[in-house]
């Protein structure tokens, strides 16, 4: 992940301030929320809830509205202070914070729901930066994905390294039976990898392509199918073929990934050579 600077946080909250990110199982891993570390604090007492979605001036949280936490509510005048907590770093400490916010609504979680109550809060004052940062860097990632799209990254030792993919081979499930592989390219919309076998055995297939990434270590599957295919000269029994992502699947932390990569290269066009 790239050093954010104060003028960009700045950035983020102009664009994004109001736009909600859902956190979907896929969100939460992207930024490595602490789920179970998130709370709602309130008149000094701490209540253990659910973060559905944030955006930088709000948040909506599913809780368990007990008569204790009615009463306190009132007593605070609906004032409350949200707990955030994000493993940025696996081997340090986790990053939390409060943001102060009042309750603006509520309303029951689902018809059986028993107690449970979706709250919508707003911020009484301008979040830390840490959220504004994580919030913006996912919906620039989006924005970004979205206008470069068919942006090629050509795999090198250089551009594996400022990826933070582990390594060029790979593991390509093909129609659930895995299979070893050499990554050519990547885009926000597929990546061109190298096979071995015979071409219309592969083609037209459901494929998953198996990054492993090395900060934060994890494993990202992006599902895709197998479009076309490129003979690789002086070889039969190898081809390039060409894996089209399945767009609504491609998972966030993927594109944060592939837009913080393309920034960074935008950056060092821009400075001047000497």
Do not use: W
Request: hydrophobic share 40%.
């Amino acid at each position: 992940m790239s050093i954010i600077t104060s003028q960009q946080i700045h950035q983020y909250y102009e664009t994004y301030a109001k736009i909600e990110v859902t956190f979907t199982k896929e969100v939460i891993q992207a930024t490595q929320l602490v789920s179970k570390n998130v709370f709602l604090k309130c008149l000094g007492f701490q209540y253990p809830c659910i973060l559905y979605s944030s955006s930088m001036v709000g948040a909506k949280i599913i809780l368990n509205s007990s008569p204790s936490f009615q009463e306190a509510l009132r007593k605070a005048n609906n004032v409350v202070y949200l707990r955030y907590c994000f493993q940025k770093n696996p081997k340090g400490d986790p990053l939390t914070f409060f943001v102060p916010a009042k309750i603006a609504g509520s309303s029951p979680y689902g018809k059986n729901g028993g107690n449970l109550y979706f709250y919508s809060l707003v911020f009484t004052q301008k979040p830390a930066d840490t959220l504004i940062e994580i919030l913006g860097t996912l919906l620039d990632a989006t924005l970004v994905s979205q206008k470069r799209k068919d942006e090629r990254i050509l795999i090198t030792a250089e551009t594996l390294r400022k990826l933070g993919i582990s390594s060029k081979e790979l593991a390509i499930l093909i129609q659930g039976v895995p299979r070893k592989g050499i990554l050519r390219d990547l885009s926000f919309g597929g990546a061109k990898v190298i096979l071995l076998g015979l071409a219309k055995f592969i083609m037209h297939k459901e494929a998953v392509l198996r990054l492993e990434i090395e900060d934060p270590r994890q494993v990202l599957e992006i599902p895709g199918t197998i479009i076309r295919h490129e003979p690789v000269e002086g070889r039969r029994d190898i081809s390039a073929f060409a894996i089209k992502f399945h767009e609504d699947k491609v998972p966030m932390a993927y594109k944060v990934l592939l837009s913080d990569y393309l920034k960074q290269q935008d950056k060092r066009k821009e400075i001047p050579t000497l």
